[in-house]
């Protein structure tokens, strides 16, 4: 096509203006076989004024959403911490604690259990009055007093077994040779319960409590 066109322009249009119109045809040429460009996509924004969380509260609300503030530690009262103290003064200074300390590192549960409980009576007993001076009015301290004294009633009972654990002992040994389950002696059921829940007083208010032996 360039060609004729050329050939037609030489004959009948000067050369320069010849010269002129073919490079516009050129040009309109190279348009016609390059492929257009394809639209840019334009990113889709965020709707204006869309809801955010939180969104009309105040900013310490605001960021109360979505940053939780973290827990308050809970800590023992000061009365606990004063009880504590004696507590600890005791196993230090007496026979008893000082016995109970040596075996800190003894394989034996059943000998540890012992030595605490004796420990435990002293306490009771010897040391009531700065216990209940450290104790004071606040409602944890002094239930752990109290379940200093529960403590004390039934552990060594139940420990040294003036308490059968089934109503019939010599039926329960029966039940247990032929798969059955034995009948359980109530008062032990329940000098258990009620150490179970001295325990857990008195290892929520001292430390120095011992949670397991």
Same mark, same amino acid.
């Given at each position: ?22 490079? *516009? ?5 190279c $348009? ?27 900013? #310490? ?25 004696? *507590? ?17 590192? /003894?394989? =034996?549960? *059943? ?12 306490? $009771? ?7 209940? =001076?450290?104790?004071? /009015? ?21 420990s040294?077994?003036?308490?059968? #654990?089934?109503? =019939?002992?010599?039926? $329960?040994?029966?039940?247990i ?16 319960? /009620? ?14 409590w011992? *949670?397991?032996?």
């Amino acid at each position: 096509m360039t060609r004729r066109l050329n050939t037609l322009l030489t004959s009948t249009v000067p050369r320069a203006a010849a010269a002129a119109l073919l490079a *516009v045809v050129g040009l309109a040429g190279c $348009a016609e076989s390059t492929p257009a460009a394809a639209p840019s996509t334009a990113a889709t924004a965020a709707p204006a004024g869309a809801e955010q969380p939180g969104a009309g509260l105040p900013t #310490e609300l605001r960021t109360a959403t979505t940053t939780p503030a973290p827990l308050a530690a809970v800590t023992a009262s000061a009365q606990c911490a004063a009880m504590d103290g004696v *507590v600890g003064r005791a196993l230090a200074e007496t026979p008893e604690g000082q016995r109970y300390t040596a075996l800190a590192d /003894s394989k =034996d549960p *059943v000998a540890k259990q012992k030595a605490w409980e004796s420990f435990a009576g002293v306490l $009771a007993s010897s040391h009531r009055g700065q216990l209940a =001076d450290a104790a004071g /009015s606040d409602p944890t301290a002094t239930a752990a007093l109290t379940s200093l004294d529960a403590y004390v009633s039934v552990a060594g009972r139940l420990s040294g077994g003036e308490i059968s #654990e089934y109503a =019939d002992a010599a039926q $329960a040994e029966d039940d247990i040779k032929s798969g059955r389950t034995p009948t359980p002696n109530p008062e032990y059921q329940a000098a258990a319960e /009620s150490r179970a829940q001295a325990q857990i007083a008195l290892t929520s208010c001292l430390s120095t409590w011992p *949670v397991v032996f």
